[in-house]
């Protein structure tokens, strides 16, 4: 059986794809960093494994691909008609992820909430000023909208700080551990008008596209924090620059835009209250997202191998992690 890797891995990674592979051959693409991988058709041609995120298209190239682990946890273009046939089994990485971005959520909030980012741009002026009152998260409360691993990794991240952690997903079920309520999607314009921070990581799906338009906007508490780490297609940006500028909305940051990169010329940029970083909270920007990726793969090759069911297996009509 033939193994192609689609990936970046290091030295230590292809040991642990190795030990869960026996003696199946392993082909290693020259990847650099979490891109969708190009092929050849020779190298397609006899895949019966992909682990990777291979360009979609490519795919049509792969005959006798059986399953596919892909190194992201969003699985959206993998899901459209036509990409993959029926008996290949799609995985995602859902479970790598939480913890960097989390991490990068919460120092969003906190450099909002204290001012650092004017307190910096202050620093380059060589201003010494009081910018005044500053938000706590203590207290406050956080409403998460898609409490998945990341969604859950942030919530214990804001209920140990003190806040009142809502959790939003698409149905209801029972109240996890880091959140203090769960809420479903049908409800959220009832919980916009309640959080002082709204934190969204939802994929890109036709159920999200524009989620976040002018009336979500205006829905949302005055002086509230915005804050997306899922998709710029969540976001009517136009709307979300409007709100910002209005002073509705105390501040937002963006770790993803549409399109992707954002142009000079697109307003974002210069709306004062609204922070971007180019898409950089995950990736493999902590080791230890890009070894948790590798280990969720080097399992389901041996899940696989063994013919036992596979971890994260995607639904295909939501593009989620069943």
């Known amino acids: 059986m033939k193994i192609l890797v689609a990936m970046e891995v290091n030295d230590v990674h292809k040991d642990w794809l190795r030990q869960a592979a026996g003696n199946n051959e392993f082909v290693y693409l020259p990847v650099q960093g979490p891109v969708s991988a190009q ?42 008609e036509g ?8 995985t995602n990485a859902t479970g790598a992820y939480g913890l960097a971005i989390a991490e990068h959520l919460t120092g969003l909030v906190m450099a909002m909430m204290k001012k650092l980012y004017a307190y910096y741009d202050n620093q380059k002026a060589a201003c010494w000023h009081d910018e005044g009152q500053v938000a ?3 207290g406050a409360s956080v409403l998460i909208i898609g409490f998945g691993d990341i969604g859950r990794e942030f919530g214990k991240r804001m209920k140990a700080m003190g806040a009142h952690v809502i959790g939003m997903r698409r149905r209801s079920g029972s109240v996890p551990p880091e959140a203090d309520e ?4 049908e409800r959220l ?10 934190a ?25 924090y915005f804050l997306n780490v899922g998709r710029g297609t969540n976001v009517v940006q136009e709307a979300l620059c409007q709100a910002v500028q209005r002073g509705h909305l105390a501040g937002a940051a963006v770790d993803v835009t549409d399109p992707e990169p954002l142009p000079p010329d697109n307003p ?12 950089i909270s995950g990736g493999y920007h902590l080791q230890a997202t890009h070894d948790t990726i590798v280990r969720i793969a080097a399992e389901n090759l041996k899940h696989f191998l063994s013919g036992q ?9 939501t593009g989620y992690k069943k």
């Not at 769960?182 to 999607?185: D, K, Y």
């Not at 974002?268 to 898409?279: A, E, F, L």
């Open 136 to 138: 706590s998260v203590y």
């Open 83 to 90: 990409i993959l046939s029926e008996n290949v089994q799609l």
């Open 189 to 198: 314009d009832e919980y916009l008008g309640k959080a002082d921070i709204v």
């Open 39 to 80: 092929a050849s058709e020779e190298e397609l041609a006899d895949a019966d494994i992909i682990i990777g995120n291979i360009a979609p298209e490519l795919l049509r190239h792969a005959p006798r691909l059986r399953w596919l682990q892909l190194n992201s946890a969003g699985a959206n273009t993998y899901c459209q």
């Open 268 to 279: 974002m940029w210069h709306t004062r209250g609204i922070y971007i970083t180019p898409h």
């Open 200 to 224: 969204s990581s939802l994929p890109d799906t036709p159920a999200t596209y524009h989620l976040f338009d002018q009336d979500r906007f205006a829905a949302m508490k005055q002086g509230a």
């Open 309 to 317: 069911p596979l971890q994260n297996v995607v639904d295909r009509m």
């Open 182 to 185: 769960m809420g479903t999607m």
